[in-house]
């Protein structure tokens, strides 16, 4: 069978593989167009068997919302080199995979992996582009949250991405990229300290009656002094009680209410691959 300049273009599409990958998978195949996909993704395969211990820790960490605002999602698609991470079919491929997670309003990374998109699944889609890259890709975070309004934000770079949900629809956009950004230069453990595990509270307590029992403070007033330690414990670590990057004055609750008395921040999401 003989193929043309047009069946390599289209190949090229749908595998994502280069050019010459392309005919010279077509001339294998003698022509066949899904024989030919199926040796493309023969080849991540064995790429990814032979790199499997390799270690992928650069890639791009995309967060993205529905048309509606209500849905959100971060993932983050691994490879080995900066090179790779930054290359242009790189982010776009984990755009992709982004974008059929929000479409099929994807809960967990287990389920995106076994998504379907072309009759192919995300996980081996993934692998056959390790047959394009020549590196390990991996699959290997996505959260997703919803609410009235999410709003996204993606560091330069691509390597921090944040998501903040709301509890209304109405939500300034300024306002809700420069909560977001709190979120990504700050990095909080909770909205508030009711989200805060009562182990970790407990933890901080004890960690910070130890200091001061080490500084020589009277056993009787440790517990007093911990609870205030424990007090701006909280405005460090919960996001609404946290001090608003952009002015030093006040929190981000009171940035809130500032500009809508009912506005508050109720689930947000943080990933980046420099912790």
């Not at 930054?86 to 995106?112: C, P, Q, R, W, Y």
């Not at 390990?136 to 009235?148: R, V």
Request: overall charge negative; some cysteine; glycine content about 6%.
């Amino acid at each position: 069978m003989s193929f043309t300049t047009a069946d390599v273009v289209k190949l090229r599409k749908v595998s994502g593989a280069g050019m010459m990958d392309c005919k010279n998978a077509l001339k294998d195949a003698e022509g066949d167009f899904d024989r030919a996909l199926e040796i493309i993704r023969e080849k991540g395969k064995l790429i990814a068997s032979k790199r499997a211990d390799r270690e992928a820790s650069e890639g791009a960490v995309l967060a993205k919302v529905t048309a509606d605002n209500k849905f959100g999602a971060i993932v983050t698609l691994n490879c080995e080199t900066d090179f790779v991470a930054k290359n242009e079919s790189f982010v776009a491929f984990t755009e992709k995979i982004l974008d059929a997670a929000l479409e099929n309003k994807v809960e967990s990374l287990e389920a995106l992996k076994a998504l379907e998109v072309e009759g192919v699944s995300i996980e081996a889609k993934v692998t056959e582009q390790t047959g394009v890259t020549g590196e390990k890709l991996e699959l290997s975070y996505y959260k997703c949250i919803s609410d009235e309004a999410v709003v996204p934000y993606i560091h330069p770079g691509n390597k921090l991405a944040t998501l903040v949900a709301f509890n209304k629809a109405e939500v300034e956009a300024q306002v809700g990229k420069d909560v977001a950004m709190q979120v990504a230069a700050m990095a909080p453990v909770a909205v508030d300290k009711d989200g805060i595990p009562q182990e970790t509270i407990d933890k901080e307590i004890e960690i910070a009656k130890e200091k001061y029992r080490q500084e020589g403070k009277p056993e009787a007033m440790l517990e007093k002094i911990a609870m205030g330690s424990l007090n701006k414990w909280y405005k460090e670590v919960t996001l609404l009680n946290q001090t608003y990057v952009k002015d030093g004055k006040i929190s981000i609750k009171d940035f809130l209410k500032q500009n809508d008395p009912d506005l508050t921040v109720t689930a947000f999401d943080r990933f980046t691959l420099n912790a």
